[in-house]
Nanobody, 127 residues
Framework: QVQLVESGGGLVQAGGSLRLSCTASGRTANNYPMGWFRQAPGKEREFVAAISWMGGNTYYADSVKGRFTISRDNAKNTVYLQMNSLKPEDTAVYYC????????????????????WGMGTQVTVSS
């Protein structure tokens, strides 16, 4: 079983920055890709970013490309999401997720690809 715990959410003004963290336990997450998703009230959960298990490949939703950066520290079993130039439309609960298989090429943006999810952390961007 894998436990994922997100942290770093909060309230920030538009144009500001936040860094989210997701720490995994119960399994060595180093050998698995990781993803970030978000869900705003009344909307479906949507893909934000993903990173390969070695960190060499990163993927982003068009809506966050150029503003968000996903990274990982395998020594700490932690994945990060640096969010810059935040907009009110970025307001959502942010979830990290991990699949149970290593090769998710082509499917990294689908919620069904991921088997383990954290409880989420709230990000609120005020205008």
């Amino acid at each position: 079983q894998v436990q994922l715990v997100e942290s770093g959410g909060g309230l920030v003004q538009a144009g500001g920055s936040l860094r989210l963290s997701c720490t995994a336990s119960g399994r060595t997450a180093n050998n698995y890709p990781m993803g970030w998703f978000r869900q705003a009230p009344g909307k479906e959960r949507e893909f934000v970013a993903a990173i390969s298990w070695m960190g060499g490949n990163t993927y982003y939703a068009d809506s966050v490309k150029g503003r968000f950066t996903i990274s990982r520290d395998n020594a700490k079993n932690t994945v990060y999401l640096q969010m810059n130039s935040l907009k009110p439309e970025d307001t959502a609960v942010y979830y990290c997720a991990s699949p149970s298989q290593r090769n998710i090429a082509g499917t990294y943006s689908y919620t069904g690809t991921y088997d383990y999810w954290g409880m989420g952390t709230q990000v609120t961007v005020s205008s």
